[in-house]
Every structure is written in C-alpha cells, then in structure tokens.
Nanobody, 122 residues
Framework: QVQLVESGGGLVQAGGSLRLSCAAS????????MGWFRQAPGKEREFVAA????????SYVDSVKGRFTISRDNAKNTVYLQMNSLKPEDTALYYC???????????????WGQGTQVTVSS
C-alpha cells in the first residue's frame, strides 16, 4: 500500500502560479503511474493530469494544456503539478492518486491523498 500526501495549495490571484507536491510513502513511487484530479464544490471529481511510471508519457485535460505541467522525481518519491496562469475556474480541492498504469478516469486509481485546496481570486 502507498500513502500519499499533497502540499503546496493556497490562495493566489488570477494569473499567478502554484506548485503542488505529492509525497509518497510505503512503496516505491516508481511502481505507479500518477495522476492529479480536482473537485470543486458541487461538481464531480475531474481529471487534470497524469504521468507514466517512468515519466515518459503525460496526459492533460484540455482546459489546463499549456498552463499546467506534471512531473515526477522517483528518487524523491514525489510528483509535482506546476500550475501557471491560474484562473478562478481552477479553484478546487486537488488530489493526487496512484495507479498501476496511466489513466484518465478516477476509477483507474487505487490510492488517493487527502487533497490540498487551491483558490484563485479574480
């Protein structure tokens, strides 16, 4: 089993940047593809980005392409989500998750963190 802990969320003005981190413990992160999801109040959980176990393949939801970058450092057992040009509609609770293979559906992920709040003011 792997435990995931997100950090780096906060309040930022529109156009600003944040870098989210997801630290893993329990098992080696390199055994898992990783994803970031978000959920705004009253909305369903939404796929944001995913990265393969090696980091050689990534996937993004269209609304964040060109603004967000997912990366990983397997030596540090950590996955990152660099978020630039933030918009108020990016406001949500952001979760990281681990899966056996890269996936865009939340049902493909076995382990989840508790989430970190991102709030973008206009």
């Amino acid at each position: 089993q792997v435990q995931l802990v997100e950090s780096g969320g906060g309040l930022v003005q529109a156009g600003g940047s944040l870098r989210l981190s997801c630290a893993a413990s329990g098992r080696t992160l390199s055994n898992y593809a990783m994803g970031w999801f978000r959920q705004a109040p009253g909305k369903e959980r939404e796929f944001v980005a995913a990265i393969s176990r090696s980091g050689g393949s990534t996937s993004y939801v269209d609304s964040v392409k060109g603004r967000f970058t997912i990366s990983r450092d397997n030596a540090k057992n950590t996955v990152y989500l660099q978020m630039n040009s933030l918009k108020p509609e990016d406001t949500a609770l952001y979760y990281c998750a681990a899966a056996r293979a890269i996936a865009v559906r939340h049902t493909g992920y076995n382990y989840w963190g508790q989430g970190t709040q991102v709030t973008v003011s206009s």
